[in-house]
């Protein structure tokens, strides 16, 4: 459903330059070149028209909240995916072909002591996944954890960056890295063009849907969900993991 707002043209703006370094960095052949466009684009993406706003800073601040919001429905799906591609589906009588949340249930739980013998390492995942989301305080525990490595992860990558752009240093060790850089790029913009699709929020009521629309609704959910004393795994399933738009 189209939203009844337009996008400002600073985010499209944004948009489209994500996109296109994306592209670019895809094309290059070289892995420094890979990592530099993926940079490019994603700091792009969080820069702010507020020049004392550092874009580094806005890129840690909102990224680790905009990952770990659906950290736990990516978790679950791959789950998901996993039991159907063994055909272990059977197994599970509240199976659903189209969403995991069945997976959060007790007697899921209960019915995979059926695979332990023939898949343990399913029946592993199923007890783990829910020991470790099972009540609020493990819940924050969790995405805050998460958070903590995503801020590890995007320092050690700028690190990197900072080494080939100052040094030219070459490193024949940073393919994961890139790799890491270029989800963490397709993320956003998946994110993002799913916000403008299906969730157009203006928050601040300038007539406009815009990325910082998208970066400062994700930020309020995720520390609601943070000081929540009731939030549940059936909430955190809620939250929309959308891939599907570019990959």
Known sequence: TATA?????????????GLRYLRVGSGAEELESKLLNYWIAIEYLFSSHDASLDKTSRLQEYFNKIHSLSYATRLFQDLHKSIASLSLQTNFSLYDPTECNYLSQVITVKESATIVDD?????????????????????????????????????????????????????????????????????????????????????????????????????????????????????????????????
Request: net charge positive.
């Open 119 to 247: 898949d343990p390492l399913v029946f592993y995942r199923v007890n783990t996944l829910n020991e470790r989301f099972k009540d609020f305080k493990a819940i924050k525990g969790e995405l805050e954890r998460h958070q903590l490595n995503l801020q590890r992860n995007l320092l050690r990558i700028y690190r990197i960056r900072n080494e080939i752009v100052h040094s030219a240093a070459k490193d024949k060790n940073i393919a994961d890295t890139t790799a890491h850089l270029k989800y963490y790029l397709i993320f956003v913009i998946n994110g993002f063009i799913d916000f403008i699709i299906n969730h157009p929020i203006d928050l601040d009521e300038d007539g406009s849907i815009s990325i910082d629309d998208y970066f400062h609704i994700s930020k309020i959910k995720m520390e609601s969900l943070l000081i929540s004393k009731t939030v549940t795994l059936s909430q955190l399933l809620a939250v929309s993991n959308r891939i599907d738009y570019l990959n």
């Open 5 to 17: 707002k337009p996008l400002d043209k600073v985010s499209l703006a944004k948009l489209q330059a």
